[in-house]
């Protein structure tokens, strides 16, 4: 697997929204969208949301379940698409 680069982040930031969860967005609106979408309903909002740093990126992440999944460059680098990625937390 290769990893991602900070170009690719660039252009496909990464959002953490509410306590755990990371989605792939173009913007800070588009994660809370997703995000939204995902529950079913308008739950979070813009303060909801704080971009990940280089720390964070190269922390680890985790399956819904709570299984590890690698970091979330790992993860990033799998995306082919804005959306869910994974949790922060497990």
């Given at each position: 697997m290769k990893p991602a680069n900070e170009a690719l982040n660039l252009t496909r930031p990464l959002h953490w929204v509410g306590e755990d969860a990371v989605y792939?967005?173009?913007d800070?609106?588009?994660a809370v969208q997703l995000a939204n979408h995902e529950y079913g309903h308008a739950?979070?909002?813009l303060d909801d949301?704080?971009?990940c740093?280089?720390?964070t990126l190269e922390g680890p992440a985790y399956m819904a379940g709570g299984a590890r999944?690698?970091?979330l460059w790992q993860q990033?680098?799998?995306m082919t698409a804005p959306g869910y990625l994974c949790a922060c937390v497990p």
């Open positions: 792939v967005a173009y800070a609106a588009g739950c979070f909002g949301v704080t971009p740093d280089v720390a999944a690698g970091t990033l680098a799998l």
